[in-house]
């Protein structure tokens, strides 16, 4: 045995230390520990259903509300609009406004995402980029796209240039700044990380920035969807008429110049269809394959 010094004398011994046995606890009371799930557990867990759920039951509000409003020019019943909108998908005519509208909304989400990409990416390789992104967002983030249509008709005529044009606006700055914060909340230890392994400019950001920021920069996408598809519907029911074709929010308006309400209803139906698409299917994959597989969200 190891002997040191206690203060108390040379060569004491440290003392033995006692020793203890607990006996085992009967956990046969406390019941089961795992069990199988029902078919009610399974289904009520399930987030599919619940949302589901919600639907139905907004759609049940919907229905009982029009019905006892009793007005079809004002409120249209779900049935109605549903009619409207499953007869104008089988004619074809929603299906050519919805292809004109994402074909525009895809143009410009690019391109904005590209931008945002440049500017970030430059906004973290220099001092003089950070400020200037800064200054830019300061700017022109709170500027709605649509007081920017008026600019647009100027600088680009009537078509799909203009809607581009308010479309990379609105997707810009929100991508950018959600980026940007995302970007400067990674860790100093993986930032020294990248350093010690020589990598600068675009590479570092690549490979050390924008794997730790990507929750941030998933928020920043969905954001900035949003804010180009209600953008989109907003111009197009203005001046959405491109190479002689209307896009879904001109679909709207026609609609609404005809006092069809059920016809609105059924645009508007599309436009929450598709928001709802995008975000539960697309951005959930995503979300599903990314920040929840790395264990950076729950």
Do not use: C
Request: charged share 15%.
């Amino acid at each position: 045995m190891s002997m040191v010094s206690l203060g108390r004398g040379e060569g004491a011994a440290l003392p033995r230390r006692p020793e203890f046995e607990i006996q085992p606890i009967d956990a046969s009371g406390i019941g089961e520990v795992a069990r199988p799930l029902s078919t009610l557990e399974r289904t009520v867990n399930n987030d599919a259903v619940r949302k589901v759920a919600i639907l139905v039951v907004l759609a049940v509000v919907w229905e009982l509300y029009a019905r006892w409003l009793s007005n079809p020019l004002l409120f249209p019943s779900f049935g109605e609009t549903v009619a409207t909108f499953v007869g104008d998908l089988t004619s074809g005519t929603l299906l050519d406004r919805v292809a004109t509208s994402m074909r525009s909304l895809l143009l410009g989400y690019g391109a904005g995402l590209a931008l945002a990409a440049v500017m970030t990416t430059i906004a973290v390789s220099t001092r003089f980029g950070t400020d200037l992104l800064n200054t830019l967002t300061a700017m022109f983030n709170p500027l709605p796209a649509i007081a920017l249509l008026p600019l647009a008709l100027i600088w680009f005529g009537l078509g799909m240039g203009s809607l581009i044009f308010v479309i990379v606006h609105s997707v810009l700055w929100a991508v950018s700044l959600n980026t940007l914060t995302g970007f400067r909340s990674v860790p100093e230890v993986l930032r020294m990380s990248g350093r010690n392994y020589g990598l600068k400019g675009v590479r570092y950001v690549i490979y050390i920035l924008i794997p730790a920021a990507f929750p941030a920069i998933l928020a920043g996408l969905k954001i900035g969807w949003a804010f180009a598809w209600r953008t989109l519907i907003a111009a197009e029911l203005v001046f959405g008429v491109s190479s002689r074709s209307g896009g879904l929010g001109w679909y709207i308006f026609e609609a609404r110049s005809e006092l069809d309400t059920a016809r609105v209803f059924s645009g508007l139906l599309a436009v929450i269809l598709i928001g709802l698409l995008v975000e539960s299917v697309i951005f959930r994959a995503i979300e599903k394959r990314t920040v929840q597989r790395w264990g950076m969200q729950n």
